[in-house]
């Protein structure tokens, strides 16, 4: 059975990518990349030459779930059963797919998720067996199971991809393993901090103003979609979050006037959207 691995690039750090690729490398038989348009794409294929990939270019940035269907679609071909899914600057942990394998076969597993080490600040390890939602870095799927659900939603673009695949996953009656054993380095972003306000602990991602419009409009976009399986509480918290977070953007992030602008557009194209 081949084993496979795919990473979605964007503009990536080479030096990163090429510890990912020796870290993946060495796991699997093959990584298939799916560049977004990349400035750098000459870099990245002079790379991708010194490691078994498949390199596959979208023109343009064509979207995080786009190019994961385009990954898992590959993967398909080549006649894997799961696939693993890194972001460009994660490294995953010695012996991460090994783990993985010996638990394929777990009645209802469809998804497994690690140990996840930011680089920015502490995270804290998982200590449920099954978890509720992953991120994408890290993951390992049931490629049976992605077909069976129709794929990653491609118009969400970036942001909440992964929520939406998870949730959707769970509604069909599969569960999301989560193994503390094994794990992954990865990057949430440079600009993280982290803050209290009335004895309240959270953190600040400094995100780009391109980014915030993506959190915003698929959280509501998240909501509508779901609205009947999550119930009236649980959606208006959903919507709750995405209109609070102008707080945020006020009081702790930088370029505010950009994100405000970008967080207003969030909220109204998050509304239009169309969820059939």
């Given at each position: 059975m081949l084993l496979v691995a795919g990473i979605v690039t964007y503009n990536p750090d080479i030096e990163r990518l090429g510890e990912n690729l020796s870290a993946a490398s060495s796991q699997v038989d093959r990584v298939v990349i799916v560049d977004n348009g990349s400035k750098?794409?000459?870099?990245?294929?002079?790379?991708?030459?010194?490691?078994?990939?498949?390199?596959?270019?979208?023109?343009?940035?064509?979207?995080?779930a786009t190019a994961l269907n385009q990954i898992a679609s590959k993967a398909t071909e080549c006649g894997a059963n799961w696939l693993l899914t890194l972001d460009q600057d994660s490294v995953c942990g010695e012996g991460l797919v090994a783990e993985y394998e010996s638990h394929v076969g777990e009645s209802d597993v469809a998804s497994m998720t690690c140990r996840i080490t930011d680089r920015s600040f502490a995270y804290k390890e998982p200590d449920k067996k099954y978890v509720d939602s992953c991120i994408t870095s890290g993951n390992y799927i049931d490629l049976a199971e992605w077909k069976r659900l129709g794929g990653f939603d491609e118009r969400l673009f970036i942001d909440r991809v992964?929520?939406?695949?998870c949730y959707r996953l769970r509604l069909d009656g599969k569960k999301i393993l989560s193994i503390?054993?094994?794990?992954?380095l990865h990057e949430v972003g440079t600009g993280t901090s982290e803050h209290s306000f009335l004895g309240k602990h959270f953190v600040v991602f400094n995100h780009s103003a391109f980014r915030v419009y993506y959190i915003t409009r698929n959280q509501v976009y998240f909501a509508r979609k779901h609205r009947l399986s999550l119930g009236e509480a649980r959606y208006h918290r959903y919507v709750r979050t995405a209109w609070t977070r102008?707080?945020?953007?006020?009081?702790?992030?930088?370029?505010?006037?950009?994100?405000l602008c970008?967080?207003?557009?969030?909220?109204?194209?998050?509304?239009l959207m169309g969820i059939g």
């Open positions: 750098n794409y000459p870099a990245i294929t002079g790379l991708c030459d010194k490691f078994p990939t498949e390199v596959i270019h979208n023109e343009e940035n064509r979207g995080i992964d929520t939406d695949y503390a054993s094994v794990g992954i102008i707080f945020v953007y006020l009081f702790y992030e930088d370029d505010k006037f950009a994100k970008q967080w207003s557009r969030g909220l109204r194209d998050g509304y």
